[in-house]
């Protein structure tokens, strides 16, 4: 039988290897997204009923690493995500950690428009790590490793098939 299967969460981990919580992250989420893959793998094979559509658990997320910086639209995307700026009201009502500033995720930003133009003048000003849900619209500065579990293991309400029905 032909299915159609749901595009898989794009999960992007801003990487610098020699950097040991870096590379403790990049190593989490590639144990969590096979976790996922084999417990979707599970249910799927256990229990096809409706109810099982409803948990709030997300499955398998496609993992892009990357040791570049973020483009500037990307930086803004993520400065929103994190509550630094305009997109801090966002953040909040998502269920956000503490709101950060621009200067947690470049260094020596004092703003927004600073931090595009730090950006701009030095990609390595970009502070690492930092995991972004790009399809909920979270984001993790650092080597927070609970608030990452929670990023990858949960879907946000808004988001979730729920809502998408209603």
Not at 108 to 130: C, I, Q, S, T
Not at 135 to 142: E, L
């Amino acid at each position: 039988m032909f299915r159609f299967h749901k595009t898989l969460d794009v999960i992007t981990l801003f990487h610098k290897p020699s950097l040991p919580s870096s590379a403790r992250i990049l190593t989490l989420l590639k144990q969590a997204n096979a976790e996922a893959a084999s417990a979707a793998t599970e249910d799927q094979a256990s229990d096809t009923s409706p109810s099982t559509i409803t948990k709030q658990r997300r499955s398998e997320f496609e993992l892009d690493v990357t040791e570049a910086p973020p483009t500037p639209d990307q930086l803004k995307s993520i400065l929103d995500y994190v509550g630094a700026g305009v997109g801090g009201d966002v953040a909040k009502a998502r269920g956000g950690a503490a709101m950060a500033k621009p200067g947690d995720l470049v260094e020596g930003a004092r703003d927004r428009l600073d931090a595009l133009k730090r950006l701009r003048e030095d990609g390595g000003r970009f502070v690492r790590p930092v995991v972004v849900d790009w399809n909920n619209g979270t984001a993790v500065i650092g080597d927070k490793e609970s608030e990452i579990l929670k990023l990858i293991r949960e879907i946000p309400s808004d988001t979730s098939p729920e809502a998408q029905r209603g």
